[in-house]
C-alpha cells in the first residue's frame, strides 16, 4: 500500500505556513503570495500559482498538498438549501449545509464527529462522538462550500452569494476551542477568504467557562442554544444543563457582553417542543433570565427527525410565544425551516445520508 505522505497546507497558521515555507529554504514573502493563491482563490494545483517561481511550485508539490475533503454525496433541496456528506483522510464523515436566501446565504460548518453533549432533541447527539475537526478540516468546510458555487477569487465585497457562516453543525464548537479559533482566524484573514468577524456567528450548547472566550480571543457573534427557560426542563432535554446549569451560562454571557461591547446582542436559539416548554409560563420565565444582556430570540419550530421523541409546537403556539416575548421588547422571530427534504434543518444532521 502506498501512503500519501505529504503534508496539508489548508489549516496552518501564516506563522505556521512562514515555518514550512523556510524548511523549504523560500523567503518570508512568499507565505502572502501562497496564502492568497491558497484562500483568495482557491487554487488547489501548485503549478497554477502563476506567481510563484517554478522551483518554488516544483518544491511544493514533492513535500505538500492543498486539499479539500471528498464529496462522499451532495443533495439540494426543493427549496435550494445543498448538504453535503464530507469525508476526511482517516474515513470519518461530517456534514454541512448552505441555506441560501435571495442574494446572500449561510455556510453551516460541523466542528466535531459526532457530539458528546447528547441533547435529546438532536439528530447529532444521538451519535456517538469520534474526535474532533482539525482547523484544516473545519476551514475546508466553506472551501467545499465555495468551489461548489464558483465564488473564487474571494468577492472583493458585497454582494457575496457565500455571505455569511454558522457553526451550528454537527458537534459542540466550545468542546473543540483551540480548533475552532485556529480556523476562524484563517477565514476572517483580509487576505484570504476575508470574512467579516460581524457575519460569523458561534452557537454553543452553554459551555459556560468559554463563553467570554468567544469575545476576547475570536471576536465573532455568539448564540446560545437556550431550548428552556429553567433548570428543570433544561436538565431534561440538554444533559449538560447538569454540569453548566442557566445560572451559570446566564453570567457567562453578561461577561461575554461586557467583553465584546454593549453593541454585541447575544442570540438565543428556542426551539418549540409541544407541552414541554412551550407555555406562557415559560415565556415570562425567558423574560426574567434574560434581562438586560442585550439579547434577541430565534423561536425554532422542531425538525421532527426519524425516531425522534418530540413534536414541534403548533403555530399559533409558536405565534403567541413570539408575540409575549415582543410585547417585553425583544426581538423574538420564527425561523422558517429550510432543506427539510433532505434533513438539513436545524438539529437534523448527521454524518450518514439518511435520505
Ligand atoms: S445540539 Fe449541538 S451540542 Fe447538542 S447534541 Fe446536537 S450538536 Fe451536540
Redesign the pocket.
Known amino acids: 500500500m502506498v501512503l500519501n505522505a505529504k503534508k496539508d497546507l489548508i489549516g496552518l497558521s501564516r506563522e505556521e505556513l512562514r515555518e514550512e515555507l523556510s524548511s523549504l529554504g523560500e523567503k518570508p514573502f512568499r507565505v502572502k503570495q501562497l496564502w492568497q493563491w491558497i484562500y483568495n482563490k482557491g487554487e488547489t494545483d501548485f503549478a497554477k500559482m502563476s506567481s510563484l517561481p517554478a522551483a518554488t511550485r516544483d518544491k511544493l508539490s514533492e513535500g505538500y498538498q492543498v486539499s479539500r475533503p471528498q464529496i462522499v454525496k451532495e443533495q439540494t433541496s426543493v427549496d435550494r438549501t445543498r448538504k453535503w456528506l464530507l469525508g476526511f483522510a482517516d474515513g470519518e464523515k461530517v456534514e454541512s449545509v448552505y441555506i441560501p436566501e435571495e442574494d446572500r446565504g449561510a455556510v453551516c460548518i460541523s466542528t466535531q464527529v459526532g ?1 458528546a ?3 435529546k432533541f ?1 439528530h ?2 444521538s451519535q456517538k462522538f469520534m474526535r474532533n475537526l482539525s482547523a484544516g478540516e473545519i476551514v475546508s468546510q466553506f472551501m467545499v462550500a465555495r468551489d461548489s458555487y464558483g465564488e473564487w477569487p474571494t468577492p472583493a465585497g458585497e454582494p457575496r452569494y457565500l455571505s455569511n457562516i454558522v457553526l451550528m453543525g ?3 464548537p466550545l468542546l473543540n476551542f483551540a480548533n475552532v479559533s485556529k480556523a476562524l482566524k484563517i477565514i476572517m484573514d483580509e487576505e484570504g477568504i476575508c470574512m467579516s468577524r460581524r457575519r460569523i456567528t458561534l452557537s454553543t ?1 452553554g459551555i459556560a467557562p468559554k463563553i467570554p472566550q468567544v469575545a476576547s480571543e475570536i471576536g465573532v457573534k455568539l448564540a446560545i ?1 437556550l431550548h428552556a427557560s429553567n433548570n428543570e426542563v433544561r436538565n431534561q432535554i ?1 444533559p ?1 444543563n447538569r454540569k453548566y446549569p442557566l445560572e451559570e451560562v446566564i453570567s457567562a454571557c453578561r461577561e461575554f457582553r461586557r467583553l465584546a461591547g454593549p453593541r454585541q446582542h447575544i442570540t438565543f436559539e428556542y426551539l418549540m417542543l409541544d407541552g414541554i416548554n412551550d407555555k406562557d409560563s415559560h415565556a415570562k420565565e425567558l423574560i426574567s433570565l434574560v434581562a438586560g444582556i442585550g439579547a434577541k430570540f430565534n423561536l425554532i419550530p422542531f425538525n421532527e427527525w426519524p425516531g425522534c421523541p418530540y413534536k414541534s409546537s403548533p403555530p399559533e403556539r409558536v405565534k403567541h410565544f413570539s408575540s409575549i416575548l415582543q410585547k417585553a421588547g425583544f426581538a423574538a422571530p420564527v425561523r422558517v425551516a429550510r432543506g427539510q427534504d433532505i434533513l438539513a434543518a436545524c ?1 437534523q444532521l448527521k454524518s450518514k445520508f439518511s435520505v
Open positions: 457530539c453533549v447528547g441533547c438532536c447529532t447527539g454537527m458537534g459542540e450548547a442554544s440538554m449538560i438539529g
